[in-house]
């Protein structure tokens, strides 16, 4: 998929199920988007699979070595294709951990996020609080595909759920510590 980064549009470019990118293929695709379809690549993502995590490894890429020569320009230092793991997965994989795990903060206070977003939930239906309307049983109880849907993991990461821990409950230091977990995640 080709996504524009100062205009807001898409193209599906390339599309095989049985076929891993390669070296070949990603230098190929990146070759072709820009002499024929005229376009100036500037990054690739991709999740962190392991042919993803193996694709970043033929092209070089480490902590120090961030950019990719663009294949389309070998003689040109300064046409560089950046290599970026798409942040969303991340996202996703911190709620996972967050829902499936104690957290424990550098204060020694343990949380148990699903505990504590549970009950926020309930207070919301039992009180009728039409600002928490969202928080429905999927965006805690999701499985399988389910915790690949990334507006499951933004609703429940939100500064609006941060919004309602310390709204309704501003003397529960755990719901404040994770209030401040989920604007953190919102906000970058």
């Known amino acids: 998929m080709v996504h524009g980064l100062a205009e807001n549009w898409q193209f599906p470019y390339f599309l095989d199920f049985d076929r891993a ?35 970043r490894g033929k092209l070089g890429i ?23 793991h798409d942040y969303v997965h991340v996202e ?28 926020l939930m309930d207070y ?12 429905k049983d999927i965006l805690l109880q999701c499985q399988s595909s389910d915790r690949q849907t990334v507006k499951y993991c933004v609703n429940l990461m939100s500064n609006t759920t941060a919004s309602l821990l310390r709204q309704y409950f501003p003397n529960d230091p755990k719901k404040l510590a994770l209030a401040d977990m989920c604007d953190a995640f919102h906000n970058g």
């Open 124 to 135: 919301c239906r039992a009180n009728e609080i039409s600002l928490g309307y969202y928080l």
């Open 62 to 84: 480490s902590e120090d070595q961030l950019s990719y020569q663009n294949p389309a320009y070998p003689d040109d230092p300064e046409r560089v294709v950046y290599f970026l």
């Open 21 to 55: 990118v390669d070296k070949n293929l990603f230098d190929e695709v990146i070759i072709n988007m820009e002499m024929m379809a005229e376009l100036t690549v500037l990054a690739s993502t991709c999740d962190q699979g392991g042919s993803n995590d193996g694709l």
């Open 92 to 119: 996703k994989l911190w709620r996972n951990n967050l829902l499936d795990h104690l957290v424990t903060l550098e204060n020694g206070m343990e949380i148990n996020a699903k505990k504590e977003f549970q009950e």
